[in-house]
């Protein structure tokens, strides 16, 4: 019988929820949770721009799909969230985003929100990867 797993990182700071689940069928798919501009103790560190808060999001994002190997070259979409009301933030965080993926231009959903679930946080991307059977 086939369940889902809950992956769980070894290299992040700890956190109360699993940083991926993965349902196995057709091609393994693995439902990455919110990457948030975290450093190794699972801070967002201060005075940083909203640009550098999205690099370290990709950073931490390349880090929780290794734990699944699987890669940026695998995410088959993304959703990234700003906590701005200022269009300019928006474009500054995907534009970062952007850069990191290279030439994968993955779909994407970019949204403004209210608040994120860390202080100072202010950007944060959810993923869906997709990786081939062996």
């Given at each position: 019988?086939?369940?889902?797993?809950?992956?769980?990182?070894?290299?992040?700071?700890?956190?109360?929820?699993?940083?991926?689940s993965h349902v196995p069928t057709g091609m393994e798919l693995y439902f990455m949770a919110g990457a948030c501009p975290l450093d190794?103790?699972?801070?967002?560190?201060?005075?940083?721009?909203?640009?550098?808060?999205?690099?370290?999001?990709?950073?931490?994002?390349?880090?929780?799909?290794?734990?699944?190997?699987?890669?940026?070259?695998?995410?088959?979409?993304?959703?990234?969230?700003?906590?701005?009301?200022?269009?300019?933030?928006?474009?500054?965080?995907?534009?970062?985003?952007?850069?990191?993926?290279?030439?994968?231009?993955?779909?994407?959903?970019?949204?403004?929100?209210?608040?994120?679930?860390?202080?100072?946080?202010?950007?944060?991307?959810?993923?869906?990867?997709?990786?081939?059977?062996?």
């Open positions: 019988m086939k369940n889902i797993s809950l992956i769980h990182s070894k290299v992040l700071p700890a956190v109360d929820y699993a940083y991926a190794q103790e699972g801070r967002v560190p201060e005075g940083i721009s909203v640009e550098e808060q999205a690099k370290l999001c990709v950073e931490n994002l390349r880090a929780a799909l290794q734990e699944c190997d699987a890669a940026l070259k695998d995410v088959a979409y993304t959703r990234v969230l700003v906590a701005s009301g200022d269009q300019a933030d928006l474009v500054a965080a995907w534009q970062a985003i952007r850069e990191e993926f290279g030439s994968h231009d993955v779909p994407s959903t970019l949204s403004g929100v209210t608040v994120l679930g860390y202080s100072g946080q202010l950007v944060e991307i959810e993923a869906v990867a997709a990786v081939a059977k062996e």
